[in-house]
């Protein structure tokens, strides 16, 4: 492909993108495949010969699409956001292009220096304290990384390595090795399966904190653990907060939390993964007071707000990789071409889609809503069994019309509604709502029927 040949299938591709994008919700959101229905319709090596571009692009409706789930329609209300924006997309385009590798800051100082200031754009958005803002000469700020999984295994590593050398600050003949196999990490019983994770790679035990009945993690359960855990001869260094759960969106009380951790030397690392876009608004924000007492924070604007994956921020300088991406540009468009006004509409509308969503569940006396609904996710359940949510969750998929995942919340099946594409409105509730409604009488007249 030659620069002629690159103008005219790049704008070519620009129309099959609004194409797909404007007339995403006329494909059914869920793949109707078994696992494997990929190997089967291409070959087992690549080519040896060049293939046209037209060859490829046939391929893509005929091999991809029916593969993919399609996280963009505003029928998709699975998981959390996958965040998407027509600036971002054309930023990445330019990101693609200039494909720079920037690991220092000679390596390519427009990425080095974009990514600093987009940090503290972010950082004032959500009116950080000034000790996580670089400004001209600060020592805060952070980077973006891939994933809020990176930023939490980061932090692990960087409050180990605090941790190790604090002990032998005080007793220099302790090894490295024994001090390790004394730390303890702490996270909420709540927390992404990635915190613990974090641990088994950074070689550290973790123990669970039960919450209470919202599901957030309270001081006390925490102060009982780290005393019991000190008195066993073990060393506490590392709690994970999170604000804003993957199961229902549950926010732990950081400012009781803060104050312990700092008192204890523990290292506190914030987990707003969805959350954290939220705070952008101010009726949001005091969700995010007691974030003075963190030592490491991060959220990805790449779920929640218009810049396309990935994007995870940290206010904490580490990374794995050497290289890095120019991922700041998106950041920079999406911000100017939306402003600070156009992202809070954003979070704002979802979040009132999601109460739209829950007064329908509310009136209808047949399900009842298992989770405070803060943010842009309803956790839902028909009252009955598990097995009956079960069911009906199956039904949900199986019909592709709308796509829904569970949780388990207290040992209850429950359904997550999670507001998710850019382009979901009223309407689209409303008809999620219907569908769910009409295979639940189904399914309880079929109930009544065998005696379920
Ligand atoms: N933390 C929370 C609270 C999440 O909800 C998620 C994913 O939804 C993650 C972490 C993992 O995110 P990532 O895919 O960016 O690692």
């Known amino acids: 492909m030659d620069a002629a040949e690159f103008r ?7 129309d099959y993108v609004a194409d797909y994008l404007e007339n995403i919700e006329k494909r059914p ?16 090596e690549a080519p040896l010969e060049p293939e046209s571009y037209e060859d490829i692009i046939k391929d893509v409706e005929r091999v991809i699409m029916p593969g993919v789930t399609h996280w963009h329609s505003p029928y998709f209300f699975a998981y959390f956001p996958a965040a998407s924006s027509y600036p971002a997309m054309v930023a990445d385009m330019l990101c693609g292009a200039i494909g720079c590798i920037g690991f220092s800051w000679a390596a ?8 600093t200031v987009m940090l503290d754009w972010l950082g004032k958005m959500l009116q950080l304290p000034e000790c996580f803002i670089a400004g001209t000469h600060g020592r805060g700020g952070g980077v973006i990384q891939g994933t809020a999984s990176e930023a939490t295994l980061m932090s692990l590593l960087a409050a180990r390595c605090k941790a190790v050398r604090r002990v032998q600050a ?36 973790m123990r669970k904190v039960p919450t209470d009945n919202h599901y957030a993690v309270r001081k006390e359960m925490l102060k009982k653990m780290v005393e019991e855990d000190k008195a066993a001869g073990l060393i506490p260094f590392y709690f994970c907060a999170t604000l804003g759960t993957t199961p229902s969106c549950a926010f732990d009380h950081l400012t009781e939390l803060g104050p312990l951790c700092n008192e204890e030397n523990m290292w506190m690392h914030i987990d707003a993964a969805y959350a954290g876009s939220a705070f952008v608004c101010p009726e949001f924000r005091p969700l995010l ?22 994007s995870a921020i940290v206010k904490q300088h580490w990374q794995i990789p050497l290289g890095r991406r120019f991922r700041s540009l998106k950041m920079w468009f999406v911000f100017r071409m939306y402003g600070l006004k156009g992202l809070q509409a954003h979070i704002r509308k979802q979040v009132a889609l999601a109460k739209e969503f829950e007064s329908l569940v509310r009136a209808d ?8 609904v803060v943010l842009g996710l309803v956790c839902f359940r028909l009252k009955g069994s598990n097995e009956l949510n079960q069911e009906l969750l ?8 709308i796509h829904l995942v569970p949780c388990q919340l207290s ?8 507001i998710c594409a850019r382009s979901t409105e009223s309407h689209h509730i409303q008809q999620a709502w219907q569908h769910i409604t009409q295979l639940t009488f189904e399914l309880l007249q079929e109930c009544q029927a065998k005696d379920f």
């Not at 007071?289 to 990935?310: I, T």
């Not at 040992?411 to 999670?418: D, M």
Request: aromatic residues 10%.
């Open 365 to 372: 006396k047949r399900f009842e809503i298992c989770a405070e």
């Open 289 to 310: 007071n007691g974030v003075e007492f963190a030592d490491s924070f991060n959220f990805n604007p790449h779920k929640w707000l218009l810049v396309n994956f990935d």
């Open 394 to 401: 199956k039904r949900i998929t199986k019909s592709r019309e």
């Open 170 to 205: 005080i007793n220099a003949k302790k090894s490295e090795s024994e001090i390790l196999s004394k730390l303890v990490a702490y996270t909420s019983d709540q927390a992404h399966s990635s915190v613990e994770r974090a641990a088994l790679i950074g070689a550290v035990m």
């Open 29 to 44: 959101v869920y793949p109707d495949l078994e696992p494997g229905y990929l190997r089967s319709l291409i070959p087992n």
């Open 411 to 418: 040992g209850r099946f429950v359904l997550r509604f999670a």
């Open 108 to 115: 390519s100082p427009a990425c080095t220096e974009l990514e």
């Open 8 to 14: 005219r299938r790049g704008k070519e591709m620009v």
